[in-house]
């Protein structure tokens, strides 16, 4: 029981931020899980793999609940998500149906490099320019399908680097929180196929461990992030969210480094 309140609790504070940032929150989690997951004796040699496929899975429940309340108050553009979403679906399910073969060690490595540019990227973040607009489809498809590897890689449904790229370009932030929520939701769905049959056959994985998705973790994750998304969906259409972002931006930062001293 103490596990699944710690869960709960992960959970809810990653559905704020998803809500508040458009984040599918994997990203968030990841370090977390792999704590909780060492402080439990899961399989030495996967926890990483355990945490990036449980926080990619809890990504489908906490972008889905981001998006409804973004959607209700305008702030998706889904003519952008048309565009761009199959190709992040592609780029990420590749990268994760390789994950198993990928060294855990490569894999935090990985994903703080990644997280680290990302959070960079969100600090320095400037205000919509007038003067840019969006590229045409072909190139957004090319960024799309990058993107979608990058996701695959650090369990993100892609708001961390779709949302800058859509701010450089000119979308309103409110606008750019919800479609990358948005983006984020096939990206997840996708990306948990992927970690679950990368997965199936490891032998040595935890009770209730579907491939690389504990049940266990996701239920209670699911549990808190539902509920408090909404409430982060609503205040990132009331507050400035510059101050936010940037705090957001230094936890990146922390987690970011913990993975490095845990792992490598």
Excluded: E
Excluded at 20 to 46: E, K, N, R
Excluded at 157 to 179: D, E, K, N, Q, S
């Amino acid at each position: 029981m103490t596990w699944i309140a710690l869960y709960f609790a992960a959970g809810a504070l990653v559905g704020f931020l998803a809500g508040l940032l458009g984040i599918g929150g994997g990203m968030t989690l990841v370090p977390v899980l792999a704590s909780l997951f060492t402080a439990q004796h899961f399989a030495p040699d996967h926890v990483v793999h355990l945490a990036l496929g449980t926080g990619m899975a809890s990504i489908v429940f906490t972008s889905s609940a981001s998006v409804r309340a973004h959607h209700r108050l305008g702030g998706v553009d889904w003519s952008l998500v048309r565009r761009v979403g199959p190709a992040m679906v592609i780029g990420t399910l590749l990268s994760t149906a390789l994950s198993a073969w990928v060294p855990q060690r490569a894999l935090a490595l990985a994903f703080s490099a990644i997280v680290y540019a990302g959070a960079t990227q969100i600090l320095i973040g400037r205000k919509p320019s007038a003067a840019r607009t969006l590229p045409g489809t072909p190139a957004l498809v090319a960024i799309g399908l990058v993107i979608g590897v990058v996701c695959g890689l650090v369990s993100a449904g892609g708001a961390f680097l779709t949302v800058p790229f859509m701010l450089f370009c000119g979308v309103a932030m409110t606008t750019a929180i919800g479609t990358g929520a948005a983006l984020g939701v096939p990206v997840a769905v996708m990306g948990t196929l992927g970690y679950v049959f990368s997965g199936w056959n490891v032998a040595g994985l935890p009770p209730l461990a579907v491939g690389f998705v504990h049940g266990p973790a996701l239920a209670g994750i699911v549990a808190g992030s539902v509920l408090t998304a909404p409430m982060g969906a609503r205040a990132a259409h009331r507050l400035p969210v510059g101050i936010l972002r940037r705090v957001f931006a230094c936890l990146l930062y922390v987690l970011a480094t913990k993975m490095l001293w845990t792992y490598l």
